[in-house]
T-cell receptor
């Protein structure tokens, strides 16, 4: 199906474990983003990517790793999960870095770290 | 630095009432974009509107309208004759052209509850 999909939709993991959240888009958009949503904070940018093999940090990158070997995929890895990383994670894509177009978001991944 | 403030954390109205959600932004850039997103209880983020800094025309789309005023750095959102289906969290967001690769800076959101 066309669009932007995130998986899994829900995930429970233990403190210290590595976990990867997947994001896949079918539009060949150059730009992709990872945000986390927390009560009282709105959405905050974790990492973004301007193209394959080009990534950069956002506002809250600590504890996260990203890669972008293919344009359509932008996985987010928590190397050693902590309880503070319990959150809802949204992936987004955009045709251009210039904010002329609306950003399209995935449905989100609700991650709980116990 | 850019910032978006949504001072109203929660609003509760009765169906058919009009309601305005406030959004105040801060930026020193002259070229920027403002957005509103809706997040219904199901959790997805739904794009509602985009406005660039050179277009101060107000916009109306059905029961929704947006008032953009550069003089007060505000981009307020009004729902006329609210309905239960309007219950959601609404986010205002700002993006600066050329800044941080078009990063969207979100306000903390306003939770709107429309009661029947």
């Amino acid at each position: 199906d066309a669009g932007i999909t995130q998986s899994p939709r829900y995930k429970i993991t233990e403190t210290g474990r590595q976990v990867t959240l997947m994001c896949h888009q079918t539009w060949s958009h150059s730009y992709m983003f990872w945000y986390r949503q927390d009560l009282g904070h709105g959405l905050r940018l974790i990492y973004y990517s301007a193209a394959a093999d080009i990534t950069d940090k956002g506002e809250v990158p600590d504890g996260y790793v990203v890669s972008r070997s293919k344009t359509e995929n932008f996985p987010l890895t928590l190397e050693s999960a902590t309880r503070s990383q319990t959150s809802v994670y949204f992936c987004a894509s955009s045709e251009s870095g210039a904010p002329v177009y609306g950003y399209t978001f995935g449905s989100g991944t609700r991650l709980t770290v116990v | 630095a850019q910032k978006v403030t949504q001072a109203q954390t929660e609003i509760s109205v009765v169906e058919k009432e009009d309601v305005t959600l406030d959004c105040v932004y801060e930026t020193r850039d002259t070229t920027y974009y403002l957005f509103w997103y809706k997040q219904p209880p199901s959790g997805e983020l739904v794009f509602l509107i985009r406005r660039n800094s050179f277009d101060e025309q107000n916009e109306i789309s059905g029961r929704y309208s947006w008032n953009f005023q550069k003089s007060t750095s505000s981009f307020n959102f009004t729902i006329t004759a609210s309905q239960v289906v309007d219950s959601a969290v609404y986010f205002c967001a700002l993006s600066v052209y050329g800044g941080s690769q078009g990063n969207l800076i979100f306000g903390k959101g306003t939770k709107l509850s429309v009661k029947p």
